[in-house]
């Protein structure tokens, strides 16, 4: 029982968060890149926590290591906020988020394959970002026509928060269900 309770919080933790990262009006900042970093944390060790739950098989230890990776990852970008680098944090967060989405996605559940893979192909957008501008311009425009305080700087970073949003409905869902989806 206190798994699923433990699922449950971390998913609606993590989607509130997003939820408020998304408001319009709200601006991409240092406090921004932290409460990604505390999302990005909250996630991993709850994962840390299910898999020690059901048990450490050979199979699961590389998705440990991935894990233990993205939180590592989180900390740092925390430690580096203190040094004003918004961009570098934006892409160690999509560094953590990729070993997350690896993990997720090879842990061997059905909804956890599919957020892995949608939060890897988030993250190799945010990587491609500057080199895909363009076409990103084209896609983003509904948002920017939505949402007018949304800059194309907040691009990436609105792509993280949108990949983590994603990876929390896998345990948020399951927790709800009491059984791996």
Not at 25 to 39: H, N, Q, V
Not at 88 to 96: K, R
Not at 150 to 157: L, N
Request: net charge positive; no cysteine; hydrophobic share 65%.
């Amino acid at each position: 029982m206190w798994l699923r309770i433990l699922e449950i919080s971390a998913g609606l933790i993590v989607l509130i968060l997003g939820v408020i990262l998304w408001w319009p009006g709200l601006k991409y900042g240092l406090a921004f890149l932290a409460a990604l970093a505390i999302a990005l944390i909250i996630l991993q060790i709850a994962y840390l926590i299910r898999t020690y739950a059901k048990g450490i098989s050979a199979g699961r230890r590389p998705n440990l290591i991935l894990s233990v990776l993205a939180i590592l990852i989180a900390v740092w970008v925390l430690a580096a906020l203190s040094f004003d680098s918004v961009y570098l944090s934006v892409y160690l967060l999509a560094t953590g988020l990729l070993f997350a989405g690896i993990a997720s996605a090879a842990y061997g559940t059905a909804s956890g394959k599919i957020v892995g893979v949608l939060a890897i192909f988030i993250t190799f957008v945010v990587f491609a970002y500057p080199q895909i501008n363009g076409i990103l311009a084209l896609l983003v425009t509904p948002v920017v026509l939505l949402f007018p305080d949304f800059t194309y700087a907040e691009i990436p970073a609105a792509l993280v928060t949108l990949a983590l949003m994603i990876l929390a409905l896998e345990p948020l869902i399951s927790g709800i269900t009491g059984r791996r989806i």
